[in-house]
Structures are given as C-alpha cells and as structure tokens.
C-alpha cells in the first residue's frame, strides 16, 4: 500500500509508536494442531502408536512462508530444514559438521572432492547418491528453472550462475561413483566460501522422482508444495500458507530416530508471538524469522517458563538504494546525513544494537573498524541535495517490510527523516516475500532488507559484484569488482583482511547501501525443552536429538 507522510516530530512518533505497542492485545491465532487433528497444547495429547503421549516442539514465526519447496525458495532457512539436510551443517562455534557428506576435501582450492555418508537415503529408502547432486545442479541451474541458488563460482555457469541456453549439463561436475563427485571452481576459491556457500546452502531433490519432469515445468510441479519425498530428520506433513508448516519423524534417519514426534513451525502476528511463549503454545522463537521486539525484553524476561537471552549483534537492516535511481554518491551520502540511526538504536533499541555504516557486523573479524560513521546532520544532507541539483517534489517510493515490528518502527522513523528535509517520501509497505520480489525486479528507490550471517568474509560483498545476479542495487563499480574478485580468490587470511578493509572503504564512499543498525536479538526458549533452542547460526544442525521434558 502508499501512502505520503505527514510531517510530525519524532519524539511524537517513538511516543506514538510505543503506545501503540503497549495496547496492542493479542490475537486468537489458529493451532496446527486443530487443522492436524491433534489438540492444542493444555487440551488432552493424542498418542502416537505406540499409545505414548506425542512430543511436538512448536517454533514461532513471524515472516511467512511462500512455499516448501527445495530450489526456489528465499524463506529455506525458515521452512524447509528440518525436512532436508545439506551436505554439511555449521554449529554456533562457525564449525562446519558432516550431514549428507562425510568429508569435503581439495589441494589445490579449486577442485573440491565430495565423499557422501553411505548411509544417507530419502525417506522412502532410496539410496542418496552423487546422481541426485548432479541432477539438482544440472536442474535447478538450467535457464529455464527459477531459481534462488546462486554458485556461479562452479565451473561451467555464466555470471548470473546460470546454464548458458545451448549448453546441458555444468562441466564443472564429474561424478566419480555413487558417494564421490568433484567439483571445480572458476578459480581458487577459500575452502570456508565453498563450504559455506554451496555445502550449507544447496538443497536437493529426489532424481527418482521427478528426473522425467519438463525443465520448463519443473517450477510448477506439485512435488514442490507437497515434498513428500525428501531427505532429513523430518519428513514433511502440511504446509497451509499464513499458518503453519508441520513435519514429522523420519524413523529411519540415517543420523539416529529423532527423540520428538513433530516439529511444527507456527506462523503468526508479533504480537501473539510473546502470548503464546508464555502460554506454552510455542516453545522457542526462530531467531531469523521470529524476532522478538527489544521493547518487550522486560515482559518475556519475566515468563517463568522461559529461559531469556540474547545473541551477539546480528546481520545489519539495511537501506537499500536503487543506484540507477540515485546514480550519484552525493546524493545518497545525503540521505546517510539526513538519517538520525543513533535515535533508532537508543530509543528503539535501548542500545541493544549497533550502529554501523557497512555490511559486515562488528563482531566480525573482518569488520573494518577504522570507517567513521555517517553523522546525523540534516543541514549538511541539505546542502549535499543542493549541490547535486536534487529535484525535492519528485516522489521517493520506500518499501518497508512488516512482520518484524523493530524494523518497521525504525523504517518510520526513517521516512520521517527524510521527509523533514524536504523529500517527498512514500512509504509503501508489504510483507517481506512480496518485498523481496519487488526488489529483485529493480521495482523499488529505497527498500530495507536483512541478509543472513556470514561466516566467509566474502559472502557479505557479491551484492556488489557487478555483473552478479543477486545484485539488486544495480550498482557498477570497478574498482568494487576487482576488489570483490581479489578477495574471493585470495587465501591467506592477513592479505584478505586488506583487501575487504579498502573494499569496506569504496563503498563507504560509493554507498550503494547503507547499515541502519545491528541488533542483538532476543532468545526464548521454554524451560520444558531439554536439547533446543533459537540461534542466529547453526540451529537446526542437532534437531534430530532435540527433546522436550
């Protein structure tokens, strides 16, 4: 929806906006359990065959999901992990476990040898094999797929990490047997990026399934929202849309039986989130995707039957600008003057969150702490608007996305900013699957968005690799691209600290996005459950030994 912004103050607005939250009351959500046939939590438990009661471990989730599917997916790390393994896992240490693969191993950085687990199978029995890699690939990346895998390091995809039309199979594949397959890179690439960016990040589909499907219409095809065939501790049950997504025991797990009888993935307003931790109808927040509001640390602190805490500053909110909208830096430097983001992490935030200008958070080891932050200073933002001959009647669309209600809050108070110098602002607000699709066609000026957490420096920059497909800022810079190249290839740690800390610093200047804050993110987890809990990385790599009391 649009709508243009009045001008009002914003001491005004944060009293407005906590007031508003403070009577927020909390809606009757619909329970899983009452579509599932099962009953709520407090009512009388089913049993499972066995005549035992279930156990169901319930998470909350805020943003909704679009689909379960394993190939076009910008939600996976939200719906689909309990029911589908990677080939390794990463645990909240940054180590890298074994899951579908027992090892990844290369020489030379380049050519990067796969051995499977032998033991790994799909839910229906059938053996997990290198065929099942290299039909995913060769699928998923063919120019008539959708996609939202991105490995265009591999051998034999174009730029935008594609198959080039005439072209039918990627040749950086070359499967050696059932459980080994290599693949090579462009380039030598860090062993941390590999790993992180392919071997935690590719999900896969059943060969025996749907190896006669159509490329053209394998986006379409019913297995991908209802995966009845997929491989991981779970198996998925139900996923009805704004409500729930319910995955149960995969008995025969090639890890080990998991110890609970469900995972349910509860999707609901904020504000039912908090009721229904104290109300035990959820047992854990989901840190990415269920985020609890700072401003509500006192209330949930004070739940007997949840354990609190919270994790290091996270990924950044950040502004994204529509280069081709805002072509020069002048002007987009003008809008990080114009934007009181100190306001935003003591007010909103109660300095629970830090305030930074680039991507990489500050408890990163490659954050570049030498880079001063752009400073509140609406006279400056003016005068910078002026020199670039800014017309200010011409309309600045803002996309903000709801669902997390600290993010939307600090986005209003950001268009309330920009509108005090004079720009003609729209805010334009939807949910962040719909956001996400617009941004990606170019169909924003301004939008804030969130990134995951990196573990290789080098993931937190491909958005400003010219010629890479998830470049939704449009932005062209050389001397970007071949820093960004560079430290992709380089391997010895100290060197590539140099090379993102002067990457850090053209885009510092260039600034084609810009930090908001970085927030600490609150953790809640119901003193019922014995092995589980919310983390920014690495939640799901033990969930088939989560337990509840």
């Known amino acids: 929806m649009k709508h243009s912004y009045r001008l009002i103050t914003i001491g005004a607005l944060i009293a407005l906006l906590f007031m508003l939250a403070a009577c927020t009351s909390a809606k009757p959500a619909a329970n899983p359990d009452s579509s599932a046939g099962d009953p709520a939590p407090g009512q009388k438990a089913s049993s499972s065959s066995s005549g035992q009661k279930e156990k169901v471990i319930y998470l909350g989730a805020v943003n909704p999901a679009t689909t379960v599917g394993q190939i076009k997916n910008p939600d996976a790390d939200i719906s689909i992990l309990p029911f589908n393994d990677t080939l390794l896992d990463v645990n909240d240490k940054f180590e890298f476990l074994p899951k579908l693969a027992n090892s990844i191993e290369t020489k030379d950085n380049q050519t990067y040898v796969i051995k499977l687990n032998p033991a790994a199978k799909w839910n229906d029995g059938q053996p997990f094999t290198t065929a099942d890699i290299e039909f995913t690939l060769n699928t998923a990346l063919h120019p008539l797929v959708d996609t939202h895998f991105n490995f265009n390091f591999i051998q034999g995809l174009n730029t935008a990490g594609k198959l080039d039309e005439d072209v039918a199979s990627i040749s950086g594949l070359n499967v050696i047997d059932a459980q080994t397959i290599e693949i090579k890179t462009k380039t030598p690439i860090a062993p941390t990026l590999f790993k992180e960016t392919f071997a935690t990040k590719a999900y896969f589909i059943p060969k025996h399934i749907l190896k006669d499907v159509p490329k053209d219409q394998i986006n379409t095809h019913p297995y991908f929202q209802n995966p009845q065939v997929t491989i991981g501790p779970f198996k ?49 927040n989901l840190v990415k995707g269920g985020i609890i509001p700072i401003t509500d640390f006192e209330k949930v602190k004070s739940l007997t039957n949840i354990a609190l805490t919270s994790s290091e500053p996270t990924e950044p909110a950040e502004l994204y600008f529509n280069t081709k909208r805002f072509a020069e830096p002048k002007v987009r430097q003008a809008f990080a003057h114009a934007l009181n983001r100190k306001l935003i992490v003591d007010q909103l935030f109660k300095g629970h969150a830090d305030l930074l200008d680039g991507p990489v958070p500050i408890g990163h080891p490659n954050y570049n702490s030498s880079i001063k932050p752009y400073g509140y200073d609406p006279e400056k933002a003016k005068q910078l608007l002026k020199e670039a001959n800014w017309d200010f009647k011409q309309p600045i669309r803002f996309l903000i996305p709801v669902g997390n209600k600290n993010r939307e809050q600090a986005g209003e108070i950001l268009a309330q900013n920009l509108t005090e110098i004079g720009l003609n602002v729209q805010v334009e607000k939807y949910d962040l699957p719909s956001l996400v699709l617009k941004v990606r066609k170019f169909d924003y000026d301004l939008a804030i968005f969130n990134r995951g957490f990196r573990i290789d420096p080098s993931a937190y920059f491909s958005l400003y690799k010219s010629d890479d497909s998830g470049n939704w800022l449009q932005f062209k810079n050389a001397r970007a691209d071949e820093l960004i190249d560079r430290g992709q290839i380089e391997l010895d740690p100290a060197k590539r600290k140099e090379i993102y800390d002067q990457l850090q610093v053209v885009l510092h200047d260039e600034l084609p996005s810009l930090s908001i804050y970085s927030e600490k993110r609150l953790l809640a987890v119901s003193k019922n459950v014995l092995l589980g809990k919310p983390l920014r990385l690495g939640m799901w790599y033990n969930v088939h030994e989560w337990d509840l009391k």
């Open 236 to 284: 998925f049950s139900k996923f009805v849309k704004g409500s729930y997504i319910e995955a149960v025991r995969n008995e025969n797990y090639y890890l080990g039986k998991p110890k609970v009888d469900k995972i349910i993935i509860k999707q609901l307003p904020a504000e039912n989130l908090i009721a229904q931790l104290q109300t035990g109808e959820i047992h854990m």
